[in-house]
């Protein structure tokens, strides 16, 4: 009918890969030739309206998870070009009378750690992600060049720092978004997203990144990991680590605490359920787990380098830590006399 969406066709348009399931119960005239022609002519009514995604012909839903899993296939141009007002808040359709969009838009950046957590609030609950029919959205974040994409439907949620996709030298920094859904609260959604807000670079504020090393500079943090705690106070001068605990479980490294105003924390992207995939650009694997203590510490120098994968984004990022405590910073942090 007219002004209600087709929701099986929003699906496909927006699909990276389709699966063309059950293709055993396609009849065509009793022959495999026959047969084939039906596929095809499915097949050629899917491209009509998505002509990028890729289609994969299956049974029982039976498919190799590399055919589908992080498959790196999102294209925010093609995107927008299937769908004009992709970023527009105001051009949604609604399905029903308790069926409405909200969105909003404010200047400014997010802190990632605090998105992620607002977005986990959001879709890990299934009686309240039901209702999120569909979701959308660009984001400045905090530290990052590239727009955070996002998009979702129910608990399903995708989103990732796409290059190609940066805000340009002098361009203002916005975030917009636009949530479709049943019963919304639509003011407790765009308070949860402003909250995430940053409130400016703090001092020592670390740089991550989605696509390379970068830099950065934070405040120092007694720091356990792997159940080791410092017994005893740093000297003066002294290196330090990062502030964060780690808690290994079948092999893998998961942040399992931060330090409060340690450079952890600081930084705005590292948080509790975090892997450590990579440090100093060497895969953790490849490391005796005894020597991720001193390297945390900074035995390389003063600078220590994370790679951590975020389990619900599927984002691999990489966080630059940099400190050395001068005398007066010691004492501040309780570390000298």
């Avoid at 030739?33 to 998505?50: G, P, T, V, Y």
């Avoid at 609950?125 to 129910?154: D, T």
């Avoid at 807000?197 to 830099?215: H, I, L, N």
Wanted: glycine fraction near 10%; charged fraction near 25%.
């Amino acid at each position: 009918p007219e002004g209600v969406e087709n929701e099986a066709q929003e699906q496909l348009a927006f699909a990276d890969r389709i699966l063309l399931n059950k293709i055993d119960l396609v009849y065509g005239d009793d022959t495999i030739a026959d047969k084939e022609d039906e596929l095809q002519r499915i097949e050629a009514r899917i491209r009509a309206i998505n002509g990028a995604a890729q289609i994969v012909r299956c049974q029982q839903s039976k498919i190799e998870p590399t055919g589908v899993i992080n498959i790196g296939a999102f294209s925010l141009d093609r995107v927008v070009e299937m769908d004009p007002e992709f970023l527009n808040e105001d051009g949604e359709h609604q399905h029903d009378d308790r069926v409405t969009s909200c969105s909003t838009k404010f200047a400014g950046e997010v802190v990632f750690s605090k998105l992620e957590l607002y977005i986990r609030s959001l879709i890990s609950k299934v009686e309240s992600a039901k209702n999120l029919f569909r979701y959308k959205g660009v984001l400045a974040v905090s530290g990052m060049r590239q727009k955070f994409v996002f998009q979702g439907v129910h608990m399903t949620f995708t989103g990732d720092f796409r290059d190609g996709a940066e805000w340009g030298d002098g361009e203002e920094r916005v975030c917009k978004f636009v949530f479709i859904g049943r019963d919304l609260d639509h003011d407790a959604l765009i308070m949860g997203f402003k909250d995430c807000a940053a409130a400016g670079d703090p001092p020592g504020t670390a740089q991550a990144s989605a696509a390379e090393w970068v830099d950065g500079v934070v405040l120092g943090q007694q720091q356990p990991v792997l159940g080791q705690q410092l017994a005893a106070p740093l000297p003066p001068g002294a290196r330090c680590g990062v502030g964060l605990e780690l808690i290994q479980y079948n092999g893998t490294l998961i942040v399992r605490k931060l330090y409060p105003d340690g450079p952890a924390e600081r930084s705005g992207v590292i948080m509790k359920g975090d892997l450590l995939h990579h440090l100093d650009c060497q895969s953790v694997g490849e490391l005796p787990k005894a020597s991720v203590l001193p390297v945390l510490f900074g035995e390389g120098g003063s600078s220590v380098t994370l790679g951590l994968i975020k389990p619900l984004f599927g984002l691999h990022v990489n966080v630059s830590l940099v400190r050395e405590y001068t005398a007066e910073e010691s004492r501040k942090a309780g570390f000298g006399p």
